[in-house]
């Protein structure tokens, strides 16, 4: 319903692509104003164009690097005052980096894939909870991943996994922590999703001698309809970021047609 977020403001990262851009779709069209975090890229300009085709005036671009502490704590700060405050705010950007096995993973890749998706997570999250704070309330939602508690989703992801189990951490001592100021703070587990995520993915070494004794079934998943669609994120992206989920904080929720299960 197009009133659902009328006058809340979302900061979205990873908004150019993928599951990000998705849910700032989904945001705009039940009324918010949408903050797009991205790297400088076409892709974020294109989304920002669309947003203002569903209500001029809703959405502004910000060309941010979500682990580059100076950059968003400023980008943060303008999106507040041009919005007006901050009421959502959708951690989500992430890469899955350089795919290695361990004993061949150099250090600055490791640290590169930790410093894009646990301290852009976390500085995030640091520059916007004092605006959420001043609001009263507010809804935090970071973007994991099956790979955060599973042992098993790809070749190589040592490092992709270490980060997205860091945000479930994140995400559970940051609802405790932040219950007192009524912010809410979730973490989501999407499966396999169509996205532009292989962009990000490198692959080095010996990644494809690496076996691991699972067989998947057919489609990927038991519900076995392929992967998800950006669009399924974002349905649940937007009903955690609604007063409806108004009792729910700290959960991890699932959305991989089980696959987290196998
Ligand atoms: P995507 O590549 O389509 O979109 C991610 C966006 O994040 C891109 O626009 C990219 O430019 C941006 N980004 C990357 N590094 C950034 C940085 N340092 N600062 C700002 N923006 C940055 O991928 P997606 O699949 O939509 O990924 C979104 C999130 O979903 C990621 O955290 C990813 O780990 C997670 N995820 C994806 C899948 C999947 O199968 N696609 C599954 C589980 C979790």
């Known amino acids: 319903e197009p009133s659902r977020f009328q006058g809340k403001t979302a900061i979205v990262t990873g908004a150019g692509s993928g599951i990000g851009r998705a849910t700032a779709v989904k945001l705009a069209k039940q009324g918010a104003n949408v903050a ?24 502004k671009s910000y060309d ?41 993973l150099e250090l600055e890749d490791w640290q590169k894939t930790l410093q894009v998706n646990l301290d852009g997570t976390f500085l995030t999250i640091k520059h916007t909870v004092p605006y959420l704070k001043k609001r009263g309330k507010g809804s935090i939602i970071i973007t994991s991943s099956v790979n955060g508690t599973r042992v098993f989703t790809g070749f190589g992801m ?28 979730n973490v989501i587990c999407p499966g396999a999703i169509s996205t532009n995520i292989g962009q990000s993915t490198k692959v080095k070494g010996h990644v494809d ?37 108004r009792h729910i904080t700290g959960a991890q929720i699932f959305i991989d047609g089980a696959e987290s299960l196998l």
């Open 64 to 104: 941010v690097d979500t682990s580059d502490p100076k950059r968003v704590e400023q980008a943060v700060k303008e999106a507040a005052e041009a919005f007006g405050g901050i009421d959502i705010v959708f951690a989500n950007a992430g890469i899955n980096g350089v795919l290695s096995p361990i004993d061949e």
């Open 36 to 59: 797009l975090f991205d790297l400088v890229d076409e892709r974020t300009h294109e989304a920002e164009v669309e947003l203002n085709g569903i209500r001029e005036g809703c959405a």
């Open 209 to 245: 001698e690496i076996t691991i004794p699972i067989e998947y079934p057919e489609g990927g998943q038991p519900l076995q309809h392929g992967s998800g669609e950006p669009e399924d994120v974002a349905d649940l992206v937007a009903f955690l970021a609604s007063d409806e989920s």
């Open 158 to 185: 040592i490092a992709y996994s270490t980060t997205k189990a860091g945000q479930v951490a994140f995400a559970k001592m940051a609802a405790l922590e932040l219950a007192q100021f009524q912010i809410r703070v």
